[in-house]
T-cell receptor, first 115, second 112 residues
Framework: SQKIEQNSEALNIQEGKTATLTCNYT??????LQWYRQDPGRGPVFLLL?????KEKRKERLKVTFDTTLKQSLFHITASQPADSATYLC??????????????FGKGTHLIIQP | DAGVIQSPRHEVTEMGQEVTLRCKPI?????LFWYRQTMMRGLELLIY????????DSGMPEDRFSAKMPNASFSTLKIQPSEPRDSAVYFC??????????FGPGTRLTVL
């Protein structure tokens, strides 16, 4: 099975700076990788999906990279705001070349944007 | 759209009792997922359905857990008998033949 590692310690970033979160995985390289945001007491919310043949993907202030050689994805939030404070989860399909399957999630990184 | 609906939102029960969690997916979605979240283990996939058919239940902890999806608009996750180690937040999610999953608000289960 896939093992996913995210920085378990909280990440403190000053407002306006770029926040960078890391997701490392072992074993096989998945066909895609997803990022979700989770606020306290709520379910995760989908943010971005990046496929193995895509190096980078952007959505407004968010940018995700996917390096299948390093087995790593980076998640960037530019011009960070206090409202971006949340836990961010990385998720992968459970099998090689997985389609729309149940996901394996990392434990998430808690991001705190300080005013 | 109301989103994924889960009930109850909170459940407190005693060890040995039967617990039933309910989920109504987003209308038109054909995949449904049950996850469990704890501080120690994070978010774990328990089981998922495609077109009401269970596809992978390898994440179900043991025989005390069972899930059904009798139709496209309803699913249940049952624990019988419940144990204190089953205490967690249980999420239901749905998707439409795709990869983006929409999560419900979760059911916080406490087994005393």
């Amino acid at each position: 099975s896939q093992k996913i590692e995210q920085n378990s310690e909280a990440l403190n970033i000053q407002e306006g700076k770029t926040a960078t979160l890391t997701c490392n995985y072992t074993n096989y390289s998945p066909a895609y990788l997803q990022w979700y945001r989770q606020d306290p007491g709520r379910g995760p919310v989908f943010l971005l999906l990046i496929r193995e043949n895509e190096k980078e993907k952007r959505k407004e202030r968010l940018k995700v990279t996917f390096d299948t050689t390093l087995k790593q994805s980076l998640f960037h939030i530019t011009a960070s705001q206090p409202a971006d404070s949340a836990t961010y989860l990385c998720a992968l399909p459970p099998v090689v070349g997985g389609g729309a399957d149940g996901l394996t999630f990392g434990k998430g990184t808690h991001l705190i944007i300080q005013p | 759209d109301a989103g994924v609906i889960q009930s109850p939102r909170h459940e407190v029960t005693e060890m040995g009792q039967e617990v039933t969690l309910r989920c109504k997916p987003i209308s038109g979605h054909n995949s449904l997922f049950w996850y469990r979240q704890t501080m120690m283990r994070g978010l774990e996939l328990l089981i998922y359905f495609n077109n009401n058919v269970p596809i992978d239940d390898s994440g179900m902890p043991e025989d005390r857990f069972s899930a059904k999806m009798p139709n496209a608009s309803f699913s249940t996750l049952k624990i019988q008998p419940s144990e204190p180690r089953d205490s967690a937040v249980y999420f239901c999610a749905s998707s439409f033949s795709g990869y983006e999953q929409f999560f419900g608000p979760g059911t916080r289960l406490t087994v005393l």
